[in-house]
Structure formats: structure tokens, C-alpha cells
């Protein structure tokens, strides 16, 4: 059984900066990549980042480049996404979501984890 599971949201000030982890499992690791996508109420969906496992080569969304990085313990089967300088507007519930390539519609999604960036 596929399972994603994020973890590391919370309450942040403007500025500030979190970490969100996705471990991965039922499936391949290093065969997939790993997506980060977030919604905030009223809003669609977003694609933030992704991360390919099997070469590393990732993708970020306009609005977080410079700000976010992904990266992959592929010794660990989890993503990570460093978010520095963050704003209020990147409030949001951040969900990760595995695919065999960085897709917007991706095959399997965690719970997600709730990102609050107070002003």
C-alpha cells in the first residue's frame, strides 16, 4: 500500500521558516518523483516543487523560487521542503504526492499538513 505522510506544518511569523518532511513507502522510491502542492481556502491547488529521485533534477513554482528547496533522502524515503522568507500568503495546507515524473496530477497524495504564516 502506497503511504505518504507529511509532517513539520505549523504556525510561523512572516520571515520565519519550517521544514516539511514526506516519508514515502509502498512503492519504489527512487523510480518516482515527489511533489509538493499546496491550497489555500478559496484557492486552487498550487504545484510548488518537485523532485525527481532518480536523477535529482527538481521544480519549483514562480512564486517560491529563491525561497523554497526541495530535496530527497533517497537512504530514508523522504522529501523535504526548506521554506525560508516565508510570507503570509503561503499559508496553506501542503501536501505531497508521488507520480513516475513530476506531474500535476499525481497517482497518490498524503494528508497533508497545515502551513500558517501569521503578519
Known amino acids: 500500500e502506497v503511504q505518504l505522510v507529511e509532517s513539520g506544518g505549523g504556525l510561523v511569523q512572516a520571515g520565519g521558516s519550517l521544514r516539511l518532511s514526506c516519508a514515502a513507502s509502498g512503492f519504489t522510491f527512487d523510480d518516482y518523483a515527489i511533489g509538493w502542492f499546496r491550497q489555500a481556502p478559496g484557492k486552487e491547488r498550487e504545484g510548488v516543487s518537485c523532485?525527481?529521485?532518480?536523477?535529482?533534477?527538481?521544480y519549483y513554482a514562480d512564486s517560491v523560487k529563491g525561497r523554497f528547496t526541495i530535496s530527497s533522502d533517497n537512504a530514508k524515503n523522504t522529501v523535504y521542503l526548506q521554506m525560508n522568507s516565508l510570507k503570509p500568503e503561503d499559508t496553506a495546507v501542503y501536501y505531497c504526492?508521488?507520480?513516475?515524473?513530476?506531474?500535476?496530477?499525481?497517482?497518490?497524495w498524503g494528508q497533508g499538513t497545515q502551513v500558517t504564516v501569521s503578519s
Open positions: 523532485i525527481s529521485s532518480s536523477d535529482g533534477s527538481t
Open positions: 504526492a508521488a507520480d513516475l515524473y513530476c506531474s500535476p496530477f499525481p497517482d497518490y
